[in-house]
């Protein structure tokens, strides 16, 4: 499967620990995204990266939240201090191939739940 | 500027008729009108999408259409059936050089046999 990949796929944490979460993008694509869905609601843009350059990030992305993106390949997310509103679908989304550069693939998503 | 407005929030609908959904938008600078399909536990995948320079494009029994002056895009499934019970978004963004796509709340499809 050459798809988006996302680990772990559910993560039950206690307030205040942290977590990190990893996406493997597509191979070879350039661009890599993070979004962050809740129950009902749309997917909500975090971040976004182009190689290894993190471009943008949104106001949602409080100081407690860091995303890398090293060589350019993976990206990890990480929540310092967990809070129960963090509580979540925290999706990794990659575009970039040289035939369809707008089309966001989006990975499975890690469900974070925060008790 | 960011606002997508989808709806409607729920739609039922037989097997074999047609599903409709709409999206407006408020961003004149979106320039790229994806929907996406989203199942239960699944991320979402695309469906079609469509660039301001056609009104319109159809994919199977897909079909989007687009009205730039209105700032809304529709997404019209024929001859539904129970496998496209799922939740569409409607996802306007930019183009090749910019980023995120501003997703609407979702609509969930339930299609009856």
């Known amino acids: 499967d050459t798809g988006v990949s996302q680990d772990p796929r559910h993560k039950i944490t206690k307030r205040g620990q942290n977590v990190t979460f990893r996406c493997d993008p597509i191979s070879e694509h350039n661009r890599l995204y993070w979004y962050r869905q809740t129950l009902g609601q749309g997917p909500e843009f975090l971040t976004y990266?182009?190689?290894?350059?993190?471009?943008?990030k949104s106001r949602l992305l409080s100081d407690r939240f860091s995303a890398e993106r090293p060589k350019g390949s993976f990206s990890t997310l990480e929540i310092q201090r967990t809070e129960q509103g963090d509580s979540a679908m925290y999706l990794c989304?990659?575009?970039?191939?040289?035939?369809?550069?707008?089309?966001?693939?989006f990975g499975p998503g890690t469900r974070l739940t925060v008790l | 500027q960011q606002q997508v407005k989808q709806s409607p929030q729920s739609l039922i609908v037989q097997k074999g008729g047609i599903s409709i959904i709409n999206c407006a938008y408020e961003?004149?600078?979106?320039?790229?009108f994806p929907w996406y399909q989203q199942f239960p536990g699944k991320g979402p995948a695309l469906l079609i999408a469509?660039?301001?320079?056609?009104s319109e494009k159809k994919e199977g029994r897909f079909t989007i259409s687009f009205n730039k002056s209105a700032k809304q895009f529709s997404l019209h499934i024929m001859d539904s059936q129970p496998g496209d019970s799922a939740t569409y978004f409607c996802a306007p963004g930019g183009s090749y050089n910019t980023d995120k796509l501003i997703f609407g709340t979702g609509t969930r499809l339930q299609v009856f046999p």
């Open positions: 469509i660039r301001p320079d056609v």
């Open positions: 961003n004149t600078a979106f320039d790229y």
């Open positions: 989304a990659s575009s970039g191939d040289l035939t369809r550069t707008d089309t966001q693939y």
């Open positions: 990266f182009q190689n290894e350059a993190q471009l943008e």
